[in-house]
């Protein structure tokens, strides 16, 4: 999806008249039946060429993946070939001392289809020699073809719970399809989520990257990993932020909870039990730069419009923290910190 800015002042209401006669030509148009082709290469559409930022800066780890790509115009076929750049100059200033920023290899800029195979990922730019330190700032800017982007973010510490809730398993009513027919029955779950009060510190935000379900009794493990946007924290009226955990399963006739995972090897789910007396959950915790809550909070724009108008809305971006002549993220995140909720 091609995103741009458009800081352009709404277009004046068209006159009376010239409403009138477009509808009475379109009504013309549909009654005559007529059928007009217009060639995609033909539409003139504003576009504006941008250099796209996409990089996390984590806290301990060799400076990789700062993906630079470029933006497309709407009426041109994506591939991964034409939004790469290859020559861009791109430097990372902390402490006053500045660090260039050289082409990753292709081999280590690889991704992983669900199909198992490996495909080159966007072009991505590294100074594995850089390691990122929390409490500090980090200023990126790109340069490419006339063009400069500039972003700048602060790396957190991990985050650290102020208390820990109880583990607590309640019941919760549910409505279950079975049998033929998607016959609906209602039934019982038995779900905990918890509210972890964080230690909040100024120009940070937290969230859960993962958390793992432990029968102490029998090992059994299940993790559950926030591959998508994790939602923003709780934040009461004194700024104090609040991480939410937990699961919800349900319950077999001997009062266990279970889960089905599916076994790859086995090509089919696998169950796995586990008893509310005897089960934690491990909970990964990790702060970011809350520079990213401002896109995180209006990230649901790039959906916006897109069922009915394949280009989208023209000027409903969300907000992204890079500058200039780009758009995208800059972000530092902490190391994870990790916390055990139990019974």
Same mark, same amino acid.
């Given at each position: $999806?091609? /995103? ?18 477009? /509808?009475?030509?379109?009504?013309? #148009? ?7 082709? /217009?060639?995609?290469?033909?539409? *003139? ?6 250099? $796209? ?8 780890? =060799? #400076? ?7 933006? &497309? ?12 750049? !290859?020559?861009?100059?791109? !430097?990372?200033?902390? *402490?006053? !001392?500045?660090?260039? &920023? ?10 992983? &289809? ?45 985050? !650290?719970?102020?208390?820990? =809730? ?58 559950? /990993? ?5 939602? #923003? ?23 266990? $909870? ?9 090509? $089919? ?19 970011? *730069? ?5 896109? #995180? ?47």
């Amino acid at each position: $999806m091609n /995103v741009q800015k458009n800081f352009s002042k709404p277009r004046p209401h068209l006159r009376t008249a010239s409403v009138v006669l477009g /509808v009475a030509c379109l009504l013309f #148009l549909v009654l005559q039946s007529c059928e007009i082709n /217009v060639p995609l290469s033909d539409v *003139d559409l504003p576009k504006e060429e941008k250099i $796209m930022v996409n990089a996390a800066i984590i806290a301990g780890q =060799p #400076l990789r993946n700062v993906q630079i790509t470029r933006s &497309l115009s709407p009426t041109d076929t994506f591939s991964l070939d034409k939004i790469g750049i !290859r020559d861009a100059d791109v !430097r990372i200033t902390v *402490d006053g !001392r500045e660090t260039r &920023l050289r082409l990753q290899s292709v081999v280590d800029s690889v991704r992983l &289809l669900t199909s198992g195979r490996l495909v080159p990922g966007p072009t991505s730019y590294e100074a594995p020699e850089l390691i990122p330190q929390a409490g500090k700032t980090y200023a990126l800017t790109v340069q490419w073809k006339g063009l400069t982007a500039k972003a700048q973010t602060f790396v957190p510490e991990p985050p !650290r719970a102020e208390n820990v =809730p109880p583990l607590v398993w309640r019941k919760t009513p549910v409505l279950r399809q079975t049998g033929p027919g998607n016959f609906v029955r209602y039934d019982t779950n038995l779900a905990a989520f918890p509210f972890i009060p964080i230690a909040t510190k100024a120009q940070e935000l937290y969230s859960v990257r993962q958390q793992t379900l432990v029968d102490n009794a029998s090992q059994t493990r299940f993790t559950s /990993v926030n591959w998508f946007q994790p939602p #923003l924290p709780r934040t009461a009226d004194d700024g104090k932020q609040s991480v939410q955990a937990g699961f919800q399963l349900q319950v077999d006739q001997q009062g266990r $909870m279970f889960i089905a995972e599916f076994d790859i090897q086995a090509r $089919m789910p696998k169950i796995l039990l586990f008893s509310p007396q005897t089960t934690t959950i491990i909970v990964e915790l990790e702060a970011r *730069d809350a520079a990213i809550k401002p896109f #995180l909070e209006t990230s649901a724009r790039l959906f916006e419009g897109v069922q009915f108008n394949p280009l989208g809305n023209v000027g409903r971006n969300p907000y992204w923290n890079v500058t200039g002549n780009g758009l995208g993220l800059f972000i530092g995140q902490s190391t994870i910190s990790t916390v055990v909720l139990r019974p």
